[in-house]
């Protein structure tokens, strides 16, 4: 049995090819849990919507209370780490997150790295101690085999590997180091180019993303029957 985290974070709210103006990385995100659990049914699913619903960005008291050993946390510093918290315990309780993230300005929309930023969280996803000899971070969720699926969009074409805008495009890059950072340091990632077109293109991306999608499901899936034997 695997345990999946589903995130979305497109500021539009429908999925594309359904709704009128709807999203394409929710349309994708969408049908690889469909997928997914059209095969693998006994799985677990948790749902977190950070485009309807962004998490608060970090400000002082977060960091204040983040630092503040959690023994010494006063109530207040508790409660304005419990959204943190939240996501924290989402991701270490998940084996594979699955994340729609769109290209906003070339890199993440703001609440998909307001996520990142309360999961990446000193003493609970990433360790900290400067009396370490070497290094004195390391990772927390490292080892244990949890796997990063991004699901990106973009109204541009050529944001892929050797593409005339690769050097613009700091979406996966971005949020492949963050995961790495707290160990999680498997990922895959399936991009739709061309939004912005509207024409043939863009249907043709669609379909390439999607068969890719049903790729990857079906090559995790496969994994899993491996790793169980
Ligand atoms: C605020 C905003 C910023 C955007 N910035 C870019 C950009 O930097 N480069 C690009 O190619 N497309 C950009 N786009 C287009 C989106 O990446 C594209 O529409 C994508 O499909 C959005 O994801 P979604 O379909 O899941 O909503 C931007 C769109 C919005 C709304």
């Known amino acids: ?12 709210s429908g999925q594309s090819g359904r709704d009128p103006h709807g999203s ?18 006994q799985d677990a699913v948790v749902y977190r919507d950070v485009g309807v619903s962004a998490p608060k960005p970090v400000d002082g008291e977060w960091v204040h209370a983040a630092f503040t050993p959690a023994e010494r946390r006063r109530d ?3 409660e304005r780490l419990a959204e ?5 315990d989402e991701a270490l309780a998940s084996d594979i997150i699955v994340a729609g993230v769109p290209m906003y300005n070339f890199g993440p929309p703001a609440q998909f790295k307001a996520y990142i930023d309360n999961l990446v969280r000193v003493g609970r996803t990433f360790g900290f101690d400067r ?10 969720l490292a080892g244990q085999e949890k796997q990063l699926v991004i699901l990106t969009s973009r109204g541009d074409y ?10 613009r495009n700091h979406v996966e890059n971005s949020v492949r180091t963050a995961f790495e950072y707290i160990g999680i340091d498997i990922s895959h990632v399936v991009a739709i180019e061309y ?3 509207a024409d043939h293109r863009v249907a043709a991306s669609i ?3 999607e068969a890719q999608v049903d790729r990857l499901v079906e090559q995790l899936l496969a994994e899993r029957v491996r790793q169980a034997a």
């Open 24 to 41: 394409h990385t929710r349309r994708l995100s969408a049908r690889f849990i469909e997928r997914w659990h059209a095969q693998s049914p």
């Open 195 to 197: 939004d912005e077109f």
């Open 1 to 12: 049995m695997s345990r999946l985290l589903h995130i979305d974070s497109s500021a539009r």
């Open 207 to 209: 379909a390439a993303a």
């Open 131 to 140: 009396s370490r000899p070497g290094e004195p971070y390391w990772p927390m």
């Open 84 to 88: 943190s918290d939240a996501i924290i």
């Open 76 to 78: 207040w510093m508790v």
């Open 158 to 167: 050529g944001y892929g590997p050797g593409g005339r805008l690769e050097e």
